[in-house]
């Protein structure tokens, strides 16, 4: 396990009248090169939760385990587990600051006190890795390149600190679709080929029934539903009551199956569905 | 880091200081004020204490709320204090090195500390038990005779309303930037001077951007909505005194005149 989370608890502003329990009583585990995604209703606690995987904010009670590590602990090496834990915050590209691309991107990688060499290859990677071309951008400023490409810079300025787990909140918030779909392709590409673990956090349920191994679901600061997609997009009901959803396409071939065409209950994909009313066509052309 | 900063934070409630018209808390706060400058006697500040304690009583804030307000000034405090007792000069009491500690020092250190700390207690009162909307308002209509001579109070209290707003979002605004930048590998605690305030670039750059984009989303969302400020401008609370204002007004003066006349004895 990489990230183990035990009897997690965290309270916002203890003891004054704006007290908030964000996170009560959490338990999960997640393992080396899954890729989870992590839903729930707006105020549920996810931004809360994933900020205690780097140590940014402390438990109030209970244990965070990065590979082995009590990060919760007194005297926890803070730098070397945010090293190892990638956060991308939502809208990531507010926190951009340097005069060049190259510097913000730099940032990371300096903090962590490498060379300048490494510096130099490490954000070199990180520019290509988000699809950006390295020689025509370097030197340009972040602030004059459109919301999407910034987003990425800022992508690229966690992803050159070489994480072995990569956070990402909502990092498709805002953008159009062409640049939702570019940024989800290179996050698919970063689990595929470097094996990264990745936790994905998103409202979008198309998004993360298309990506995901696992799916996490938080209500009210507790974890209510953990599985695979096929598994957890089954329960349309219990997840409507947290005030989610399932896939559109699920919807879809729920109401197919209601009216009593034989069909499969647990397609989550469009691919999937295309198949599955191919096979419903061809069995009935066939009869 | 940021949590002991209560200035301009209100604390909701109901009880009465609360319902007060704010033009007479604005009023009584400056009354409280001036008496406590005027004061050079440990009766007065009796009064002045028991004043305050039963307000705060009456306001039901808890009263740790009101101290994490003096924390960061503590040591302004502090300082004035030291200043007072080895800078004035009198009847020596005892020496320390080449200091001299005089009676009269002694005596003013004390009560320019209680007069600071009295003022704070007395100001953070007002500000708890005030929403920001409505101490505008009253900074408004109090400043309102003074148009005439060309005092833009409406433009003054729509500033103060906005820049009270954004206390608040900015706080959060530079807590959302500094974690980000600490999931960097940013450092913003150790090193010396120098290194702690060049840190700090990573920090203000967004920030900045971030007020600037507020400001101008903002000036838009409001030309959008047609606003003019100033002449005929009517408003959803109109402010009206009540008994219960006359009656607070009235023990405030009391108090006052109480210690003008001890003074004056
Ligand atoms: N810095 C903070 N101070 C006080 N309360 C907070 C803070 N951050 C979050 N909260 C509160 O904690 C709870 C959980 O918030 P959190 O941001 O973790 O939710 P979320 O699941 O990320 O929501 P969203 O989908 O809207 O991003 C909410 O009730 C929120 O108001
Ligand atoms: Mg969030």
Redesign the interface.
């Given at each position: 396990m990489i990230i183990k989370v035990e009897g997690l608890t965290h309270i916002y502003n203890p003891n004054s009248p704006f007290e908030t329990k964000a996170l009560d009583n959490v338990n999960l585990e997640i393992a080396k090169g899954e890729f989870v995604g992590l839903i729930g209703h707006t105020g549920s606690g996810k931004s809360t939760l994933i900020q205690h995987l780097n140590g940014l904010i402390k438990p109030t009670s209970g244990k965070v385990i990065i590979d082995g590590v009590d990060i919760s602990a007194e005297g926890a090496n803070l730098k070397d587990i945010r090293q190892k834990v990638g956060l991308v915050f939502q809208y990531p590209e507010h926190q951009l600051f340097e005069e060049t691309i190259y510097k913000d991107v730099a940032f990371g990688p300096i903090n962590l006190g490498l060379s300048e060499e490494e510096v130099d290859k490490r954000v070199k990677e990180a520019i290509e890795l988000v699809g950006l071309n390295y020689d025509k951008i370097k030197n340009r400023s972040p602030f004059e390149l459109s919301g999407g490409q910034k987003r990425r810079v800022a992508i690229a300025g966690v992803l050159a600190m070489e994480p072995e787990v990569l956070i990402l909140d909502e990092p498709t918030a805002g953008l159009d679709p062409k640049g939702r779909d570019e940024i989800l392709k290179q996050i698919k590409k970063l689990h595929q080929d470097f094996n990264m673990t990745i936790i994905l956090v998103s409202h979008s349920m198309e998004d993360i029934a298309r990506l995901v191994d696992k799916i996490i679901v938080m209500h009210k600061g507790r974890v209510s539903i953990v599985g695979k997609p096929k598994d957890v997009f089954k329960k349309a009901d219990e997840l409507e009551e947290l005030g989610l959803g399932v896939p559109q396409v699920t919807y879809f071939m729920r109401e197919l199956k209601k009216r009593g065409k034989k069909v499969r209950d647990d397609i989550i994909t469009v691919e999937d569905a295309k198949e599955e009313i191919l096979r419903l066509l061809r069995g009935n052309g066939n009869a | 880091m940021l949590?002991n900063i209560t200035i301009g934070q209100y604390?909701?409630g109901n009880t009465v200081i609360h319902k007060l018209d704010p033009r007479i808390k604005i009023i009584i706060t400056l009354l409280f004020i001036i008496s406590l400058f005027i004061i050079d006697n440990f009766l007065p500040y009796l009064f002045v204490s028991i004043f305050i304690f039963t307000s705060i009583f009456i306001s039901k804030v808890p009263f740790k709320?009101i101290l994490k307000g003096l924390k960061p000034l503590f040591f302004i405090i502090l300082i004035t204090f030291i200043i007072n007792v080895f800078m004035t000069k009198g009847e020596i009491l005892f020496e320390i090195g080449p200091l001299d500690v005089t009676k009269e020092g002694l005596k003013l250190a004390t009560f320019m500390a209680l007069r600071l700390i009295f003022l704070i207690i007395g100001t953070s009162l007002l500000t708890l038990t005030t929403s920001p909307i409505s101490l505008t308002d009253g900074i408004e209509r109090l400043l309102n005779p003074f148009k005439r001579i060309g005092v833009p109070a409406h433009e003054l209290a729509m500033m103060m309303t906005i820049a009270l707003r954004f206390i608040p979002t900015l706080l959060e605004e530079t807590d959302?930037?500094m974690?980000?930048?600490?999931?960097?590998?940013?450092?913003f605690e150790s090193g010396n001077v120098l290194k702690r305030a060049k840190s700090l670039?990573?920090l203000l750059?967004?920030l900045f951007?971030?007020a600037f984009r507020r400001a101008d989303e903002l000036a838009l969302a409001m030309e959008a909505r047609c606003y003019r400020g100033g002449e005929n401008r009517t408003r959803m609370k109109q402010l009206i005194l009540s008994r219960r204002d006359y009656i607070a007004l009235g023990i405030s003066i009391l108090l006052l005149g109480l210690i003008i006349v001890d003074r004056l004895l």
């Amino acid at each position: 396990m990489i990230i183990k989370v035990e009897g997690l608890t965290h309270i916002y502003n203890p003891n004054s009248p704006f007290e908030t329990k964000a996170l009560d009583n959490v338990n999960l585990e997640i393992a080396k090169g899954e890729f989870v995604g992590l839903i729930g209703h707006t105020g549920s606690g996810k931004s809360t939760l994933i900020q205690h995987l780097n140590g940014l904010i402390k438990p109030t009670s209970g244990k965070v385990i990065i590979d082995g590590v009590d990060i919760s602990a007194e005297g926890a090496n803070l730098k070397d587990i945010r090293q190892k834990v990638g956060l991308v915050f939502q809208y990531p590209e507010h926190q951009l600051f340097e005069e060049t691309i190259y510097k913000d991107v730099a940032f990371g990688p300096i903090n962590l006190g490498l060379s300048e060499e490494e510096v130099d290859k490490r954000v070199k990677e990180a520019i290509e890795l988000v699809g950006l071309n390295y020689d025509k951008i370097k030197n340009r400023s972040p602030f004059e390149l459109s919301g999407g490409q910034k987003r990425r810079v800022a992508i690229a300025g966690v992803l050159a600190m070489e994480p072995e787990v990569l956070i990402l909140d909502e990092p498709t918030a805002g953008l159009d679709p062409k640049g939702r779909d570019e940024i989800l392709k290179q996050i698919k590409k970063l689990h595929q080929d470097f094996n990264m673990t990745i936790i994905l956090v998103s409202h979008s349920m198309e998004d993360i029934a298309r990506l995901v191994d696992k799916i996490i679901v938080m209500h009210k600061g507790r974890v209510s539903i953990v599985g695979k997609p096929k598994d957890v997009f089954k329960k349309a009901d219990e997840l409507e009551e947290l005030g989610l959803g399932v896939p559109q396409v699920t919807y879809f071939m729920r109401e197919l199956k209601k009216r009593g065409k034989k069909v499969r209950d647990d397609i989550i994909t469009v691919e999937d569905a295309k198949e599955e009313i191919l096979r419903l066509l061809r069995g009935n052309g066939n009869a | 880091m940021l949590k002991n900063i209560t200035i301009g934070q209100y604390f909701p409630g109901n009880t009465v200081i609360h319902k007060l018209d704010p033009r007479i808390k604005i009023i009584i706060t400056l009354l409280f004020i001036i008496s406590l400058f005027i004061i050079d006697n440990f009766l007065p500040y009796l009064f002045v204490s028991i004043f305050i304690f039963t307000s705060i009583f009456i306001s039901k804030v808890p009263f740790k709320f009101i101290l994490k307000g003096l924390k960061p000034l503590f040591f302004i405090i502090l300082i004035t204090f030291i200043i007072n007792v080895f800078m004035t000069k009198g009847e020596i009491l005892f020496e320390i090195g080449p200091l001299d500690v005089t009676k009269e020092g002694l005596k003013l250190a004390t009560f320019m500390a209680l007069r600071l700390i009295f003022l704070i207690i007395g100001t953070s009162l007002l500000t708890l038990t005030t929403s920001p909307i409505s101490l505008t308002d009253g900074i408004e209509r109090l400043l309102n005779p003074f148009k005439r001579i060309g005092v833009p109070a409406h433009e003054l209290a729509m500033m103060m309303t906005i820049a009270l707003r954004f206390i608040p979002t900015l706080l959060e605004e530079t807590d959302k930037i500094m974690k980000a930048q600490m999931a960097r590998g940013a450092d913003f605690e150790s090193g010396n001077v120098l290194k702690r305030a060049k840190s700090l670039v990573p920090l203000l750059v967004p920030l900045f951007i971030s007020a600037f984009r507020r400001a101008d989303e903002l000036a838009l969302a409001m030309e959008a909505r047609c606003y003019r400020g100033g002449e005929n401008r009517t408003r959803m609370k109109q402010l009206i005194l009540s008994r219960r204002d006359y009656i607070a007004l009235g023990i405030s003066i009391l108090l006052l005149g109480l210690i003008i006349v001890d003074r004056l004895l």
